[in-house]
């Protein structure tokens, strides 16, 4: 199994520019979320999504967006980049169950607005 | 809201030294305790969960972590650490029941010197 998939790995951006982060998972989980990691601030959560159709915003939603229109996929978009949003981006996810949220999370994404 | 703070954001330790990581959260409810573990250059990955029953929790290669309900903390532990227990450590809580947002803590590095 893949589990989850991120792409692209590394990407460098000017300010205003546009992108999507692709993330997809092929474990048929739920539930998938978007981090994003700085450091000395550990994980912070952007959206998530409990099933194709819903998502909802977490923490710092701000100057992003996502779409879940299959299970397997979660695309964030990024609409008019600012160096604010220079981090590292983690999808993830799971299935809920009684023994509480384990999470499966992507290799990354190291995105730099300059 | 939930919250998780931990108290060594950098602990650096030579090898065979005993390792306790402090983590303690904060929600009214009933909660599921984890730590993850990120390994340079890899993802995050669970290194183990609460979720009830005993409250000393095993995890892989050697942790352990323990659940006090009355100090609301969850430290982990490891006897003896080695040169490949160098990572950052992640402590996460989510609330029981319903959709399960796991918040996380922001981290602690550890460096194991040869």
Redesign the interface.
Known sequence: NAGVTQTPKFRILKIGQSMTLQCTQDMNHN?M?W?RQDP??????IY?S?GAGITDK?EVPNGYNVSRSTTEDFPLRLELAAPSQTSVY?C?SSI?G??????F????TQLSVL | AQSVSQHN?HVILSEAASLELGCNYSYGGTV?L?W?VQYPG?????LL?Y?SGDPLVKGIKGFEAEFIKSKFSFNLRKPSVQWSDTAEY?CAV?S?GG?????????TKLQVIP
């Not at chain 1, 009684?98 to 999470?103: A, H, I, R, S, T």
């Not at chain 2, 959709?99 to 981290?107: E, N, P, S």
């Open positions: 539930y979320y981090y000395g601030m550990g994980l912070k959560l998530y409990v977490g983690f993830a809920p009684l023994g509480g949220e384990k999470l999370f992507g290799s990354g | 954001h599921n984890f993850y890899q993802h995050l990955q669970l969960k979720f992640f989510s029981s959709y399960q947002k796991v918040t996380f803590g922001i981290g």
